[in-house]
């Protein structure tokens, strides 16, 4: 018996090993700085969409898309495309995917596995379209990055932080041509649980993304 049991708890592990070696950090291409539509014309076109045609964004639009979200605009300070308070840098991009879901590390501009199961319908929570389109980004703040950590008024600041996150997205996805919708509906405590979040980081938002239906 001692001995079927140590023989699971190896294949446990092992299998846990596994799961880690098929899912590999990507290197995003180098994003785009310069280009595309104005500002204003991007302010313009902005809107929430909720229908997405099933192809995947392109390599060079999901690098653009995760830049423009809190991607490093400044690399001598390390500082973001988004503000935050105090320069916390609370926000954190997570990119869920058919085929897993990744975190999003803008200093070293890769994403880094999470877990090799399709979280967007977690994301969804109900709302079908979520679950359709081909990205789902969901951000969370860390509140262990405040001064003071879990109090009322940084859980404020880092919604406020997640919240310019968001319209960096919407923004970049009317520039770049993708439909987009920020939301507050997800299933916080099963992803939470399959994003591993620390008991730190709160989830606020997450917005789908796709090319739109033709
Ligand atoms: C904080 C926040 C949470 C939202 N949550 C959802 C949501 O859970 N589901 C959804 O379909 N839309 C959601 N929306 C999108 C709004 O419904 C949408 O922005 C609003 O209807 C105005 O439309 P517009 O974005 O096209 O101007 C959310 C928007 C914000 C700012």
Redesign the pocket.
């Known amino acids: 018996m001692k001995n079927f049991v140590l023989t699971c708890l190896a294949a446990c592990a092992l299998s846990g090993q596994v799961v880690a070696q098929e899912l590999t950090s990507i290197s995003l291409r180098a994003p785009r700085t310069s280009g595309g539509i104005t500002i204003l014309e991007a302010l313009s076109q902005?809107?929430?969409?909720?229908a997405y045609a099933p192809q995947m964004l392109t390599d060079q639009e999901l690098s653009d898309l995760l830049w423009a979200a809190n991607g490093i605009n400044r690399p001598e300070s390390q500082k973001r495309t988004a503000p935050s308070a105090l320069n916390y840098q609370d926000v954190d991009v997570y990119v869920c995917m058919e085929k897993g879901a990744y975190w999003y590390d803008a200093k070293a501009n890769k994403l880094e596995p999470i877990i090799d199961e399709d979280l967007r319908k977690l994301a969804a929570n109900g709302?079908d379209?979520?679950a359709s389109a081909p990205v789902v980004l969901v951000l969370t703040s860390d509140l262990s990055k405040m001064k003071g950590g879990d109090t009322e008024t940084n859980r404020l600041l880092g919604a406020m932080d997640a919240?310019i996150v968001?319209q960096n997205i919407?923004l970049a996805c009317a520039g770049l041509g993708l439909a987009t919708?920020?939301?507050?509906?997800?299933d916080k405590a099963s992803l939470a649980k399959k994003l591993r979040l620390k008991d730190s980081q709160v989830l606020?938002?997450?917005h789908p993304v796709g090319h739109f239906v033709e």
């Open positions: 902005r809107q929430s969409t909720r709302q379209f979520a919240g968001s919407s919708v920020p939301r507050g509906t997800m606020l938002l997450n």
